[in-house]
């Protein structure tokens, strides 16, 4: 985890929407609150009551259960509409209405988020990435702007990802909170928004393998474009830890 220690005003040229989150929407119980109540989105060591331990691919990351009830949703949840259908996904974790409450589910196949969670691994099948997190493996779809999720690659059950594939890039959580009330719609839109001009500023896009940039500027370039991102988020009116 990244904490911005200064206020840094950053001026962009367009309005709209990380995540990246990473993936970073967003709004209610904060994600590093009670297990037992709220959850996290996701979390390292081993799994607590209710979550379990995704180890595949060396991904080694606790998840809440799928089928797991919550009350709150955490801040910085993306709304997700998919056909008639409403989710909710913070932290590479889904979540469906379900009365006056939400359940842990598995994303649709289909289905579009702007960010990758803050916490992915990169595998390799047949020369194409996908971005794996939580038992779902997402795609880049350049035509969408966003990350589809897609059926599990075609041997990924039984066989281990290529052997020369480039390592997953590391990868740094922002926790993100709205100061001004932003809408759902709006949070989504900024998060999209700071992390396309933060990897223009940069060069380092954190949703590529490697980062785009050599291994020997991957350290500096990752750190500039969290600074930057940060910066365009305060800008627009959130805090950034």
């Not at 009551?49 to 595949?56: L, S, V």
């Not at 047949?126 to 969408?144: E, F, I, K, L």
Request: hydrophobic letters at 35%.
């Amino acid at each position: 985890m990244t904490r911005t220690t200064s206020m840094i005003r950053a001026t962009v040229l367009t309005t709209l929407g990380l995540v990246a989150v990473l993936a970073s929407g967003i709004t209610s119980a904060d994600p590093r609150e009670d297990n037992s109540r709220h959850g996290p989105a996701a979390v390292h060591g081993p799994a607590p009551e209710h979550q379990h331990y995704d180890a595949r691919f060396s991904h080694n990351h606790a998840y809440l259960d799928r089928g797991y009830m919550v009350h709150d949703l955490p801040r910085d949840r993306l709304v997700i509409n998919h056909g008639h259908d409403r989710f909710f996904y913070s932290g590479g974790v889904w979540y469906a209405p379900r009365g006056g409450a939400f359940v842990v589910v598995g994303p649709p196949i289909g289905v579009f988020i702007p960010v990758l969670p803050p916490f992915y691994s990169t595998v390799w099948f047949g020369g194409v990435p996908y971005y794996y997190a939580n038992d779902t493996y997402y795609m880049w779809d350049g035509q969408n702007s966003g990350y589809e999720v897609v059926d599990p690659p075609s041997g990924a059950v039984n066989a281990a990802p290529d052997a020369d594939a480039p390592p997953p890039p590391t990868t740094t959580q922002l926790f993100i909170y709205p100061r001004n009330g932003q809408s759902a719609d709006l949070q989504s839109k900024d998060k999209y928004e700071c992390h396309a001009w933060a990897t223009n500023q940069t060069g380092f896009d954190p949703t590529v393998a490697g980062g785009k940039v050599s291994p020997d500027q991957f350290g500096a370039k990752s750190t500039d474009y969290y600074r930057a991102m940060g910066a365009c988020l305060q800008g627009r009116g959130y805090s950034v830890e």
